[in-house]
C-alpha cells in the first residue's frame, strides 16, 4: 500500500475510454477538492507526546496505510466529506464510474452494491442516486419484507415468555410493524421517550453542531414528567423553560384549557421541525410531522425502523420486568432483522428517498477510518500512541468487546502489513518513535496473540 495521489478528472477519463459505457462526457466532473489529493503530511515532527486522534487518523488517507484487521483502505472524514460535496449533485452514472478507483476500500457486500447500481446506471445515466435506488428496490423490497415477516413471527411465538399483561401490548407491536411495513398509517401511542431516543439519533445529520444542540435541548423538554402527570397544571417555570429553550418571544396557548398540555408539546416540535425545515432535513420534519399525528391519537405512516422496534421491543421488555435470560431471547431474534450495514436489500430500501449526499455518506460509513484502542479502555489500555490503531469502522464494529484472543474474526496476516509501512515510515521518515512501535506490537500480542515480526526496525 503506497501513496497514490488520486486525481478523478483522469481516472474518469481513463475508465471512460477503457470501458466503453454510456458516453458520460456530456456531464462535468467536478474534480475532487484538492484536500483530497495532498498527500499525508504529518503535522508533527519528532516527539509523538501530543499527537491527536484526528492526526493519526489522517495517516489513512490517500491509501497510506490499511486497516489493521482487514487490510482495507480506509477514508478520512476529509475524503468523504469531499466527496459528497463532489457528487452532491451529480448523477449516479457518473457517481458508480468514479467509485470504480475506489473498489479496494470496499468489501463484497460494497462491491455488489455498486455493481448493482452501476449496472442500473446505465439504463439511466441521467438519474439521481435515489432514482436508481428506487429503480433496485422492488425486488429488494420483497425479499427484505419476507425476511422482516419471519422475525415477526418468532417473535410472536415467544410470548408465552411474557405475563399475560404485557402480551397484547407484543401483539400490537407486531401488529403495527406488520402495518409498517405493509405500508398502511396506524395509531399508536405518542411516547416522548421514544421521539427524543430518535431524534437525538438523527441529530447528528445536522449541518450545524448549534442546530443538533437546539432540537435536542427541545427534545429534553418534551420529556419533563409534568405532562404525563393528569392533575398537575402546567406553571410559569415549565412555560419560561419552553420560551429560553425554543428561542421564543411568546406563546399563543391558554394554558387553562383542557388540551394545553397537548398544545404546549405541539408548539415544541413544531419548533423542532422548523430548525429542520431550516436545513433542508426531510428525515427530521417527517418525524416530527409522524410524531404530532401520533400525539393527536391519529393514524400516520411511518417507515419500519429496526431501531425503533428493538427499542419498543425492549421497553416492553421492562415493563414485564423480564430477565436479563429472557430478555436476550427476544433481542438476539431481534438482531436477525435486516439492517443496512449488512444487507444490501435493506440498505437500498433505507435509501431510496435519500439525497445523493445521505446515500453516500451510508455507503461509506463502514468503510471509514477509526481509531482502535488495542488494549480496550475497559482493560486499562492507555489512550496514548502506543495503544491506538487504525480499523475501519467494520472491523472495529466485529471486535467491539468481545475476546479476539481465542476467536480471532479476522485476517491474520494484516496486522504484519500494517506494522510493516508503520516501521517503514518510521525508519525512512521518523513519523514515530521506536519505543511507541514496540509498544503498540506488544498490545497488539497481548490481546490477539498475533506476534509481529519487528526485526526491520530500526532502533539506536
Ligand atoms: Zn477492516
Redesign the pocket.
Known amino acids: 500500500m503506497k501513496i497514490a495521489p488520486i486525481t478523478l478528472n483522469n481516472i474518469y477519463h481513463k475508465r471512460n475510454i477503457e470501458n466503453n459505457h454510456t458516453d458520460y462526457s456530456q456531464y462535468r466532473v467536478p474534480v475532487l477538492n484538492s484536500n483530497l489529493q495532498d498527500k499525508f503530511v504529518p503535522s508533527f515532527s519528532g516527539s509523538f507526546i501530543n499527537l491527536h486522534k484526528s492526526t493519526f487518523r489522517n495517516y489513512a488517507q490517500n491509501r497510506h496505510i490499511?486497516?489493521?484487521?482487514?487490510?482495507?483502505h480506509?477514508f478520512t472524514n476529509k475524503e468523504r466529506d469531499s466527496i459528497c460535496k463532489t457528487f452532491k449533485d451529480q448523477p449516479s452514472a457518473v457517481f458508480t464510474t468514479l467509485m470504480g478507483s475506489f473498489f479496494d476500500y470496499f468489501d463484497e457486500a460494497g462491491i455488489e452494491l455498486l455493481n448493482k447500481m452501476d449496472n442500473m446506471s446505465m439504463s439511466y445515466p441521467k438519474a439521481k442516486i435515489n432514482k436508481i435506488l428506487q429503480a433496485l428496490s422492488p425486488d429488494s423490497e420483497d425479499r427484505l419484507i419476507d425476511l422482516q415477516k419471519q422475525t415477526f413471527g418468532e417473535i410472536i411465538n415467544l410470548k408465552k415468555l411474557l405475563p399475560e399483561s404485557s402480551r397484547s401490548e407484543l401483539e400490537r407491536l407486531i401488529q403495527n410493524s406488520y402495518d409498517c411495513i405493509n405500508g398502511k398509517a396506524f395509531i399508536q401511542d405518542y411516547s416522548a421517550k421514544e421521539f427524543n431516543y430518535q431524534l437525538k439519533r438523527l441529530s447528528e445529520s445536522l449541518n450545524k453542531p448549534q442546530t443538533t444542540a437546539y432540537v435536542n435541548n427541545m427534545a429534553d423538554l418534551l420529556t419533563h414528567p409534568i405532562y404525563k402527570a393528569e392533575n398537575t397544571p402546567l406553571n410559569n417555570k415549565i412555560m419560561s423553560n419552553v420560551l429560553r429553550t425554543t428561542k421564543s418571544p411568546h406563546y399563543n396557548i391558554d394554558l387553562t384549557s383542557n388540551n394545553a398540555k397537548e398544545k404546549v408539546q405541539l408548539f415544541i416540535i413544531n419548533k423542532i421541525k422548523k430548525a429542520a425545515e431550516n436545513e433542508n432535513n426531510t428525515t427530521i420534519i417527517n418525524l416530527c410531522d409522524i410524531t404530532k399525528k401520533r400525539l393527536l391519537g391519529q393514524p400516520a405512516y411511518s417507515k419500519f425502523s429496526n431501531k425503533a422496534f428493538t427499542y419498543k421491543l425492549n421497553e416492553i421488555l421492562g415493563n414485564s420486568s423480564s430477565t436479563d435470560e429472557i430478555k436476550e431471547i427476544f433481542n438476539n431474534i431481534c438482531n436477525k432483522l435486516p439492517k443496512s450495514s449488512n444487507s444490501i436489500d435493506a440498505f437500498i430500501v433505507k435509501n431510496k428517498d435519500a439525497t445523493n449526499m445521505a446515500i453516500i455518506n451510508n455507503l461509506l460509513d463502514q468503510y471509514m477510518v477509526t481509531i482502535e484502542h488495542i488494549v480496550p479502555s475497559s482493560k486499562e489500555g492507555a489512550n496514548d500512541i502506543s495503544n491506538w490503531a487504525l480499523?475501519?469502522k467494520?472491523?472495529?464494529g466485529i471486535h467491539g468487546s468481545s475476546d479476539i484472543k481465542t476467536n480471532y474474526p479476522?485476517d491474520r496476516e494484516?496486522p504484519q502489513e500494517y506494522f510493516n509501512i508503520i516501521i517503514d515510515d518510521c525508519n525512512n521518515k521518523n513519523f514515530f518513535n521506536p519505543k511507541d512501535i514496540i509498544k503498540m506490537a506488544d498490545n497488539f500480542y497481548k490481546i490477539t496473540d498475533i506476534k509481529v515480526d519487528l526485526s526491520k526496525l530500526k532502533v539506536d
Open positions: 490499511g486497516c489493521i484487521y482487514c487490510n482495507r480506509m480499523a475501519c467494520k472491523c472495529n479476522f494484516a
